[in-house]
């Protein structure tokens, strides 16, 4: 068991190579594995599919249902029940981010200031896209 | 105060000073008048250190706050823009940022934007390509490290003094104080908070700041807000998210009765005796007027509650506008 995952990293940066050497490949296998990907996480976490997954550093809470998409915290709009200005209706998604970050391990990384979103990488495979890094064509699609 | 780019701005000179600190907010034009703008840059100029504009506050369109923060520029003041998320892509926001700063706007304050569906515009599209942080974050590299977002050289780079806000009385409580932190991370060089009217919740939000030594990171304005009428009130509790307006304000102003004279005082005395509780907080900067639509109202609490601005006013008929002898009629 440690072996394996003493082996986990290196084998990642391996496999990101591996895709970075090969993009065109890199990118079908990236479409192809998007859908499963994005299905889980929508089931699971009502994922949105922005292709550069930060739900481990927001309580496993998917930011983009936000509808002002923040990722760095909530707006001062929010309730006094918590709920959200824009939807009355919905709680506040950064409201139950914080709430579920303070039981994991790393809740600091809620404090971590977040690059802005590449919006083409809507719709692809986060976790490949981590391991690789972006992987766009000549016209800059992924 | 005239040339082009001083090192600091008066807000920042003000900040460095260590004296408690007075800024504003004047509405941006409403119409195509600049002498509407000047005028209320009249009213406030001699009493604060630096002018906020807003940026169609509650999604209502006005003016750009900078073409009204370049004519208060003009009248010797020095401006802070609003700057929010929500009607610009990261495109417009720097070149905003560069155009700002090009007509002697030095202090941005970066905002989400409060959401269109409160304006009277709610079918709008919205934008929120970034979030206020990377805002902030935005200004600090085109600042600092001379460089747009891309990596591609500014030449020379903008001179500008990023800002955030906080809001204490928005949920998740225990975390707002965090946030302040991270917009400090991300280059924030002063803190404006929304209206308070809820001391108590804000004596612990200050608490709280002070234990995680924010307020030596940075300068915290508290905001404050005269209030006009009972029905001013009572909108502001129900109508505007993320306010905190308490019962016995209201009653308060209920008690002034309806003739415009009584509850313009007394609502002027609620706000000089909230800045009178707010004056025993340790670790706040100084003070932020938001006289929605009654500017004529700044002189009074200034008068009242001894506010006096931190440097010294503008001499009359100077301008802090690089560009002043090509626009100034
Ligand atoms: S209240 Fe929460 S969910 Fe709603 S716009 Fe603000 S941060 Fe987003």
Redesign the interface.
């Known amino acids: 068991m440690t072996t394996a995952l003493e082996n986990l990293p290196p084998a990642i940066a391996w496999f990101g190579r591996l895709l970075r050497r090969y993009p065109r490949a890199g990118r079908q296998l990236n479409r192809a594995a998007a859908p499963f990907e994005n299905l889980t996480k929508v089931l699971m976490f009502g994922c949105n599919m922005c292709g550069q997954c930060i739900l481990h550093e927001t309580g496993m809470t998917c930011p983009m249902n936000c509808?002002?998409?923040?990722?760095?915290?909530?707006?001062?709009?929010?309730?006094?029940?918590?709920h959200c200005?824009?939807k009355p209706e919905m709680m506040?998604v950064?409201?139950k981010a914080?709430?579920r970050s303070r039981w994991l391990p790393w809740r600091e990384e809620i404090?971590r200031?977040?690059?802005?979103?590449d919006?083409r990488l809507k719709g692809s495979s986060a976790i490949l896209n981590m391991f690789s890094g972006p992987l766009l064509d000549e016209r800059g699609r992924p | 105060m005239s040339a082009p780019h001083p090192a600091y701005g008066r807000f920042e000179q003000a900040l460095r000073s260590g004296r408690p600190v007075v800024t504003c907010e004047v509405r941006s034009a409403d119409g195509a008048d600049p002498a509407a703008v000047r005028k209320r840059a009249r009213l406030v100029r001699d009493w604060v250190d630096a002018v906020n504009v807003p940026d169609n506050t509650g999604g209502v369109v006005h003016a750009s706050p900078w073409a009204s923060c370049a004519i208060l520029a003009q009248e010797g003041i020095d401006p802070i823009v609003h700057m929010t998320?929500?009607d610009r892509n990261?495109m417009a926001l720097q070149s905003d940022l560069l155009g700002a700063n090009l007509l002697g706007i030095r202090n941005v304050l970066c905002l989400?934007?409060?959401?269109m569906?409160?304006g009277d515009q709610p079918e709008t599209k919205?934008v929120?390509?970034?979030?206020?942080?990377?805002l902030v974050?935005?200004a600090t590299k085109l600042a600092r490290e001379g460089k747009y977002?891309s990596g591609r050289e500014v030449k020379p780079p903008p001179n500008l003094f990023p800002g955030a806000?906080?809001?204490p009385f928005?949920?998740?409580y225990?975390?707002r104080p965090?946030?302040v932190?991270?917009k400090v991370?991300?280059g924030a060089r002063f803190i404006q908070t929304?209206i308070v009217y809820n001391v108590d919740r804000f004596e612990e939000f200050m608490a709280r700041v002070r234990d995680l030594g924010i307020d030596r990171r940075v300068p915290i304005l508290a905001g404050v807000a005269p209030i006009r009428s009972v029905k001013a009130a009572q909108f502001m509790r129900d109508q505007v998210?993320?306010m905190?307006v308490p019962d016995p304000l209201i009653r308060r102003m209920a008690a002034a009765g309806d003739a415009k004279a009584r509850r313009e005082e007394e609502g002027i005395r609620i706000c000089v005796e909230i800045i009178e509780r707010l004056k025993k907080i340790p670790g706040l900067a100084g003070f932020h007027l938001m006289p929605i639509e009654w500017e004529s109202a700044v002189a009074e609490i200034c008068r009242q509650s001894g506010l006096r601005p931190a440097t010294s006013p503008p001499a009359a008929g100077s301008s802090a506008s690089p560009v002043s002898p090509l626009l100034n009629p």
């Open positions: 509808p002002k998409t923040l990722r760095d915290g909530p707006c001062g709009g929010v309730r006094m029940n918590g200005e824009v506040c950064w409201v914080e709430r404090l200031v977040q690059e802005p979103l919006w | 998320c929500r990261r989400t934007g409060d959401h569906i409160h919205p929120y390509d970034v979030d206020s942080i990377q974050a935005i977002l806000a906080a809001n928005a949920p998740p225990e975390y965090l946030r932190g991270k991370d991300a929304q998210p993320g905190e």
